[in-house]
T-cell receptor, first 116, second 113 residues
């Protein structure tokens, strides 16, 4: 069964610190997609990244970077030099061919608090 | 604003009443999804449409829930005879294709008292 685990419920950091949010997933399929979304207090889920299972290259976008390791079924997210505006709940999600890649299975999220 | 729009943003209703939510997806997206999110949890899939066809429903979607997407444009989610357990954030999303990223609206927060 597909499952996404975000073991970190809440992380508190001080501005300018680097922080890594962990995501571990379970799937029986070799083809799948992984996602990260940000949910600020306003409630809207903001798309951050999509990665397919055949692309294990790490990705960097500004202060954000993602480390995808199939060997450990992990897709971790690092924010470098965190800012107060990064405070939000971050969700990792998985979609599989069994759902025609239509359905996202989300983790329980990690709440990130960045203080000045 | 060309994003996904949901109305109302907040709804308070008495137990046993019916409620209806509306979602307007991004116009060129043919796939539309409904999710439910309770406090401290990630969103859970409820149902999705490809154009006007409802192609999958979660077992979370009891008989009291019905969703429609007439003409493949906006969608409505109705909950009949609301229960306190229905209190949650109802999120709508749309995407341009299979496996593509879904873009979410700001959600409708339902409180059943």
């Amino acid at each position: 069964a597909q499952k996404v685990t975000q073991a970190q419920t809440e992380i508190s950091v001080v501005e300018k610190e680097d922080v890594t949010l962990d995501c571990v997933y379970e799937t029986r399929d070799t083809t799948y997609y992984l996602f990260w979304y940000k949910q600020p207090p306003s409630g809207e889920l903001v798309f951050l990244i999509r990665r397919n299972s055949f692309d294990e290259q790490n990705e960097i976008s500004g202060r954000y970077s993602w480390n995808f390791q199939k060997s450990t079924s992990s897709f971790n997210f690092t924010i470098t030099a965190s800012q107060v505006v990064d405070s939000a709940v971050y969700f990792c999600a998985l979609s599989e061919p069994s759902s025609g890649f239509q359905k996202l299975v989300f983790g329980t999220g990690t709440r990130l608090l960045v203080s000045p | 604003d060309t994003g996904v729009s949901q109305n109302p943003r907040h709804k308070i209703t008495k137990r046993g009443q019916n409620v209806t939510f509306r979602c307007d997806p991004i116009s060129e997206h043919n796939r539309l999804y409904w999710y439910r999110q309770t406090l401290g949890q990630g969103p859970e899939f409820l149902t999705y449409f490809q154009n006007e066809a409802q192609l999958e429903k979660s077992r979370l979607l009891s008989d009291r829930f019905s969703a429609e997407r007439p003409k493949g444009s906006f969608s409505t989610l109705e909950i009949q005879r609301t229960e306190q357990g229905d209190s949650a954030m109802y999120l709508c999303a749309s995407s341009p294709g299979r496996g593509e990223e879904a873009f979410f609206g700001q959600g409708t927060r339902l409180t059943v008292v």
